[in-house]
Nanobody, 124 residues
Framework: QVQLVESGGGLVQAGGSLRLSCAAS????????VGWFRQAPGKEREFVVG????????PYPDSVKGRFTISRDNAKNTVWLQMNSLKPEDTAVYYC?????????????????WGQGTQVTVSS
């Protein structure tokens, strides 16, 4: 089993920044791919970005391109999501998820492990 714990969420004004962390423990392996998802109230869970074992990433959606950056440190079993120039529409619960595969997928059902989520609220 792998446990994922997100942290770094909070309340920030529009234009501000937050850095989310996803720390893995348990039977961690650097082969896991990790994805960040977000879910706003009343909306479906949305894939934001994923990172492979060696640091390759999926394309960023236009909604976050140029503002969000994913990174990972396998030695620390941690993945980060740096979020800059935050907008009110970024408000959501952010989840990290991991899957034991070299393939990054946007489909939530294909991830094996999930964190509990961290709330990000951006005020206008």
């Amino acid at each position: 089993q792998v446990q994922l714990v997100e942290s770094g969420g909070g309340l920030v004004q529009a234009g501000g920044s937050l850095r989310l962390s996803c720390a893995a423990s348990g039977r961690t392996r650097s082969t896991y791919t990790v994805g960040w998802f977000r879910q706003a109230p009343g909306k479906e869970r949305e894939f934001v970005v994923g990172v492979s074992r060696i640091g390759g990433t999926t394309p960023y959606p236009d909604s976050v391109k140029g503002r969000f950056t994913i990174s990972r440190d396998n030695a620390k079993n941690t993945v980060w999501l740096q979020m800059n120039s935050l907008k009110p529409e970024d408000t959501a619960v952010y989840y990290c998820a991991a899957r034991d595969s070299v393939v990054i997928t946007r489909m939530p059902a294909l991830y094996d492990y999930w964190g509990q989520g961290t709330q990000v609220t951006v005020s206008s």
